[in-house]
């Protein structure tokens, strides 16, 4: 069963409405988790906050602090979670290469997560190119919704 199924069939059963946040992944993530069975029911979108100062006033990330960090991954994941109403959101930052960029190497990244209840963060330290590192971020970002959806209950606590 493809994570996308796994997830899909957790938030159905479960009632949970899902978002993203994206920096990184430009809305790669978002059409791939649109792209669910039913995602209609469950999935209640994304937003794509590549440039800081979106990411400051749409959702609330401070603008002076590192764009590539855990705390402006949970900060997204919560500021999309709450914009969306959702149950559960998760967000992805970092480089995706192929050079460093402000201190951070290539392959650099960070997922969020929020509930209602909770935020954290997942580092990811990834190999490749460009295209790799956003392939495996993408793949890592539906495990990491797959497993709190089923953790999250239909009123979006852990």
Same mark, same amino acid.
């Given at each position: 069963?493809?994570?996308?199924?796994?997830?899909?069939?957790?938030?159905?059963?479960?009632?949970?409405?899902?978002?993203?946040?994206?920096?990184?992944?430009?809305?790669? +993530?978002?059409?791939?988790?649109?792209?669910?069975?039913?995602?209609?029911?469950?999935?209640?979108?994304?937003?794509?906050?590549?440039?800081?100062?979106?990411?400051?006033?749409?959702?609330?990330?401070?603008?002076?602090?590192?764009?590539?960090?855990?705390?402006?991954?949970?900060? +997204?994941?919560?500021?999309?979670?709450?914009?969306?109403?959702?149950?559960?959101?998760?967000?992805?930052?970092?480089?995706?290469?192929?050079?460093?960029?402000?201190?951070?190497?290539?392959?650099?990244?960070?997922?969020?997560?929020?509930?209602?209840?909770?935020?954290?963060?997942?580092?990811?330290? +990834?190999?490749?190119?460009?295209?790799?590192?956003?392939?495996?971020?993408?793949?890592?970002?539906?495990?990491?919704?797959?497993?709190?959806?089923?953790?999250?209950?239909?009123?979006?606590?852990?």
């Amino acid at each position: 069963m493809s994570d996308v199924t796994a997830l899909s069939d957790l938030a159905r059963s479960r009632h949970l409405r899902v978002a993203v946040a994206e920096s990184l992944t430009s809305g790669a +993530l978002a059409s791939t988790v649109g792209a669910g069975e039913e995602a209609s029911a469950w999935f209640g979108g994304g937003v794509v906050a590549y440039l800081p100062e979106v990411k400051e006033r749409v959702l609330g990330f401070p603008a002076d602090q590192d764009p590539t960090s855990a705390e402006c991954a949970e900060q +997204l994941a919560r500021g999309a979670r709450e914009l969306l109403d959702a149950d559960l959101c998760v967000s992805t930052t970092g480089v995706g290469g192929p050079d460093a960029e402000d201190g951070h190497p290539a392959g650099e990244v960070f997922l969020g997560w929020a509930t209602r209840d909770e935020a954290g963060h997942r580092r990811l330290t +990834l190999d490749g190119g460009p295209e790799e590192v956003l392939e495996a971020t993408i793949e890592a970002a539906v495990q990491l919704l797959t497993f709190h959806a089923g953790l999250v209950d239909g009123a979006g606590n852990q």
